[in-house]
């Protein structure tokens, strides 16, 4: 069976723009934009693809962990004198080993490996043991006791503000409360005074978890000269590398973390892990390779995933259904730890600015710390509970505007090319013609309402950042790198840091390679996502590899072209302007019977150059916004989605089936399109568990146990998730319109789609059967109650009734560009910085330079 | 507790002299005892068809199953899909589609896909979703994996015109665009 290698390309005569990085003007693109194989899909269908816990080393050990079984507790004291002597065991080790704090987060550097004095969440892990298999671990880790002294257990937003003491840390912006944010653009109030109306909502955004099939493990390897290699399931190998130098105490340039390809990231293996570390320090003190492989209750510990949000979203806007200001809350359950949690409470303002025009904004946050596994980024990290709330709210304000939900976004767009209100800079937008094309494959203008009581259309939008602006370690470097070795006999090899997560970013990387130079796929070979060998790339989150990978590869392609181009012109006496890098081959383009195979070019180049090897890199555009908390945002480009979702209800018990879901996504370019249609399809997949069923949950063991806040469902059965059978038929369109930042014009894929479907379908059960429910997960139950509520005389609507009332102070006040501002708050002095601003007391630490 | 037990498996059509530790699954005897790590596991407690192997041509979850009762039966693993260097039609069909995205839960939906041809050269779309709904995938929305599995029967049956729809491999064509 042949590859489509060679399916046509989807716009055949729609060249991309001159200034789309990669193009040229002749350009005929021959890989980008053709369905082909994916560069490890051989080896992912024969089992030859090596994940971490597929690895064996000579004098390989087996590594597990006691993890805490109380919520928030003192630890009083430790006692492994027992395990020492289990049979098989050669290493113990707990929190004294590796005092460092960490973080990945150079502001929450709040983290032990193994925990110091106190627990924090059921889960926690306090010790480790080490032996010749895992059964022997397992059996010794049971016969390690530790004694407690519990705390008073903070569980939920509300206990957090309610309850100032015990601190879970001793740092954060107010007793319990890890992060305060209060930013304000514009004249909010003179907006509020404009609007012909104004709606309020408040909604809740359950938290939920990656679920990645694939367990976290890692191995770590003492090698000699005292160095120590780590393979690990990882996104970000360039963080853990970082983090394990400073926790270990060594120099980094001893240290080498290996990214195995992973078996599904999702956000959740972004962070840095204890066990990662852990690995590490017992591979240095025992002097023999360490093997680690959680298990699926551990998986739920490790967490980072989707914080609960509760928001509060009021806005005005004018008879026509134009947004003249809008004021949003959100109060986030952090968890325990830091972790991602300062970007993600600022994301959960950031990004509602860039789909409609919005001129004055206000935006009040807070997260809280609670006895629970941290929270992180997942999929769309903070930035998809506001949108929730968002295209909820616009539906309601359609329906009451009387204006057609669809019209109300079209008509609103946020114009190209603009600045918003909170200073980021948004430069091509599709989602005009993402919003058309649902409608009209969705038949949205004669179905919509007209459908039989039951049966019921929604529809919704999303943004996403095609890589975020900024880099977690402040500094002005690149934040890609690859590195091209060309060898004589025509192999070119492609060094850089990324990480494949089965996103296939690998197969952007050897895309990107192979367009420029006029090569095969296959004549790519990769070497990614090592810090030891490849130049560092800052990993595979905030959707931002195809984005800057092929920026840095394209850059680094066109510098060895230019290279082989001007030993080739010399040697066939052509301008090197006129020569093409084609079907592996260097030629004439006045004369194609004239070049050279384009293994010969690069001896060519060889004679003339020496050894050949370029570099490319790539570092964001720079952000206009300058205020504190700016950071949080900016990016390079922003894709766009709209969803239209149809669902049937039964008002009877509730119980709903989404029947189809339309999704078009604005892609600027599909760098290959069957893998894009993959990420879109998998983002829509994993928004409908989030609005269908996905929740991450706790409960309390009774009273007579010890009454310790446990997760309530830490297997894969009982979290549920969608199935084969749950999952709709998806119609997707992509929109291609290449965007001159991105490489051959694309824009991200990962993230984007995710976005509007959890609104679609709250919007679509309106639709059915006249009921809101605001809030997700969705369940049957939920629709029942609104519905027995509306037929009961009341507003037929399910979720939060409030939002707590918070303090947030003076705002940070920024003018907006409209108003003449120049992206600086007015007011530094007296708002915005208080004391800690949830940083640790001493600051950034010394050790966030690269 | 460290009971042993010796057994010789038949694992894609070769005997394997194991010892292994008498409480071990097929699971961890594959992977630990047989070095064959294509075979994965997303829990160990049956919970999201990773782990799927052939016994005797039945899917079966290898970390369920005691590797004490596999004497004497066939077990098949992704490992034995290929013919020499050449790609199962299910494995190209994988491969071409990205019905493998990260890869991890691919060796169980090919095993559990190659039981359900085997029965049924000729399967709908429903069948393939009721065969492979034990097996739980993060990253592709399932529907590349039907596709794929559709591709690789209609190769089977020897199907010259087998392959994707266009839709497949490009997405919808843009209602009002044409083509
Ligand atoms: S490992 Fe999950 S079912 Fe076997
Ligand atoms: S391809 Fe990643 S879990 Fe299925």
């Not at chain 1, 309850?163 to 509020?192: C, M, R, W």
């Not at chain 1, 989602?431 to 203008?445: E, F, K, N, P």
């Not at chain 1, 560092?536 to 840095?552: F, N």
Request: charge should be negative.
């Amino acid at each position: 069976m042949t590859p489509p290698r060679s399916g046509q390309v989807i716009a055949p005569d729609q060249a991309p723009p001159a200034s789309a990085p990669g193009s040229t003007q002749e350009d005929d693109l021959r890989v980008v934009g053709t369905p082909f194989r994916r560069v490890d899909g051989w080896a992912k269908v024969t089992g030859q693809t090596r994940f971490a816990d597929d690895l064996t080393f000579p004098r390989m050990v087996h590594m597990r962990l006691v993890r805490s079984t109380l919520p928030h507790a003192f630890i009083r004291g430790i006692d492994t004198s027992k395990a020492e002597e289990m049979p098989g065991v050669v290493g113990v080790l707990t929190g004294k080993d590796m005092p460092e704090p960490f973080g990945v987060l150079p502001v929450s550097q709040d983290e032990h490996a193994l925990c110091l004095e106190k627990v924090r969440f059921v889960g926690d892990p306090v010790v480790a043991v080490a032996a010749l298999t895992e059964d022997q671990a397992a059996d010794a880790c049971s016969a390690v006791t530790i004694e407690y002294e519990p705390l008073a257990t903070i569980s939920s937003v509300d206990e957090a503000i309610e309850t100032s003491e015990p601190l879970i840390h001793d740092y954060g912006d107010e007793g319990n409360l890890h992060k305060k944010i209060s930013l304000q653009f514009g004249a909010v109030d003179d907006g509020f005074a404009q609007a012909d109306e104004i709606f309020e909502d408040v909604m809740f955004y359950e938290g939920s978890t990656h679920l990645p099939m694939e367990q976290h493990a890692a191995v770590a390897v003492p090698e000699g000269g005292g160095r120590i290699t780590l393979y690990t399931s990882t996104q970000t190998p360039h963080y853990v590398h970082k983090v394990l130098a400073t926790v270990l105490g060594m120099p980094a340039s001893r240290v080498r973390v290996i990214a195995c390809s992973v078996g599904g990231g999702f956000g959740g293996k972004s962070d840095i892990f204890s066990h990662e570390i852990v690995a590490a320090k017992m591979a240095l003190v025992t002097g023999r390779p360490v093997k680690i492989c959680l298990n699926r209750e551990e998986v739920f510990y490790c967490h980072r995933g989707r914080h609960p949000v509760l928001m509060h979203l009021r806005t005005g806007f004018t008879k026509d259904g134009a947004m003249v200001a809008q004021h949003l809350k959100t109060a986030l359950d952090g968890g325990a730890y830091g972790s991602y949690g300062v970007a993600s409470t600022y994301y959960t303002g950031a990004l509602q600015t860039v789909t409609y025009g919005l001129p004055r904004y206000r935006f009040d946050s807070i997260r809280a710390f609670t006895n629970k596994p941290p929270c992180g980024p997942k999929r769309g990290h903070a930035t998809v509970q506001p949108r929730f709330a968002l295209e909820v709210h616009l539906d309601k304000a359609a329906q009451r505007l009387g204006i057609d939900p669809a019209d109300l976004r079209l008509n609103n767009l946020l114009p190209p090319d603009s600045i918003t209100a909170n200073y980021l800079k948004v430069g091509t937008i599709g989602l005009g013609a993402c919003i058309q094309a649902v409608v009209d494959g969705s038949g949205w203008r004669e179905r919509f309402q007209s459908l039989p009581h039951g049966r019921g259309l929604g529809l919704a939008c999303g943004s996403y950042l095609t890589g975020a602006g900024l880099p977690i370690h402040w500094n002005h470097l690149p934040q890609s790198a690859v590195q091209l070795k060309l060898d004589r006999m025509g192999t070119v090899a492609a060094y850089c840091g990324e990480a494949e997560i089965g996103q296939g970013s690998d197969s952007v990387l050897a895309a990107c390679v192979a367009e420029v130079l006029g090569i095969g796929l296959d004549d790519v070979l990769l070497c990614v996502g090592d810090t030891g060998l490849t130049p560092v790339d800052l990993g595979s989150y905030s959707s931002r590899v195809t984005l800057m990978v092929g920026r840095a590869a394209i850059q680094a392609a066109e510098r060895a072209r230019d290279r082989l181009a001007e030993a080739v012109a010399e040697k066939l006496d052509v301008p090197a302007d006129r020569l093409v890098f084609a079907e592996s081959r260097v030629f004439d383009s006045g004369n194609p019977e004239n070049g050279m195979p384009f293994a010969e070019a690069v001896q060519r180049a060889e004679e003339k150059f020496g050894a050949l090897a370029t570099t490319g890199s790539y570092a964001p555009p720079r952000a206009p916004g300058r205020y504190r908390g700016s950071g949080v945002g900016p990016s390079p480009t922003y894709s766009y989605s709209a969803s239209v979702i149809e669902v049937e209800v039964d008002p009877e018990t509730g119980l709903y089936r989404v029947e189809h879901v339309w999704i078009a996504h604005d892609i600027g370019r599909a760098i290959n399109p069957v893998l894009t249609i993959g990420q879109v399809e998998g983002s829509v997949y994993m928004g409908l568990g989030e609005a269908m069923m996905e929740e991450q949950v706790f409960r309390r063991l009774p009273k007579n146990r010890s009454n310790a806040l446990v997760h309530k469902v830490p297997s894969m059965l009982e979290y549920k998730s969608p199935t084969f059978h749950e999952m709709p038929p998806v119609t997707t369109y992509l929109i291609e319109d290449p965007d001159p930042e991105g490489p051959f014009g694309a824009k991200e894929v990962g993230q984007g789609p995710l976005l509007p479907i959890m609104p679609a379908l709250a919007n679509a059960i309106f639709d059915a059967v006249g009921v809101r429910i605001d809030q997700v997960p969705i369940g049957p139950h939920m629709i029942r109650k609104a519905v027995e509520d509306k037929a009961a005389g009341g507003d037929g609507r399910y979720g939060p009734k409030a939002f707590p009332d918070i303090d947030f102070g003076v705002p940070l006040m920024v003018p907006t560009p409209d108003e003449g501002g120049d992206g600086r708050a007015t007011n530094s002095e007296e708002a915005g910085v208080r004391k800690g601003s949830g940083t640790m007391a001493d600051g950034v630490r010394k050790d966030s330079k690269p | 507790m460290d009971h042993y037990t010796t057994a010789t498996l038949r694992v894609n059509g070769q005997d394997l002299r194991v010892v292994f530790p008498t409480h071990h699954t097929l699971l961890e005897v594959l992977r630990e005892e047989c070095g064959l790590t294509g075979t994965k596991h997303g829990c160990e407690l049956g919970e999201c068809g990773t782990c799927t192997v052939l016994v005797d041509g039945e899917p079966v979850l290898s970390c369920l199953a005691l590797t004490a009762e596999m004497e004497g039966r066939s077990i098949e693993t992704v490992e034995g899909l290929q013919d020499g260097n050449e790609l199962h039609p299910l494995q190209a069909a994988f491969a071409d589609l990205g019905a493998a995205q990260c890869g991890y839960c691919t060796p169980g939906m090919l095993m559990a896909a190659k039981a359900l041809l085997a029965e049924n050269d000729d399967p709908s779309a429903a069948e393939i979703r009721t065969a492979l709904a034990g097996n739980l995938c993060r990253c592709t929305g399932y529907h590349k994996i039907v596709e794929a599995v559709e591709w690789a029967a209609g190769v089977a049956r020897g199907e010259a015109d087998a392959g994707p729809a266009r839709e497949v491999l490009f997405g919808a064509s843009v209602p009002g665009e044409g083509s």
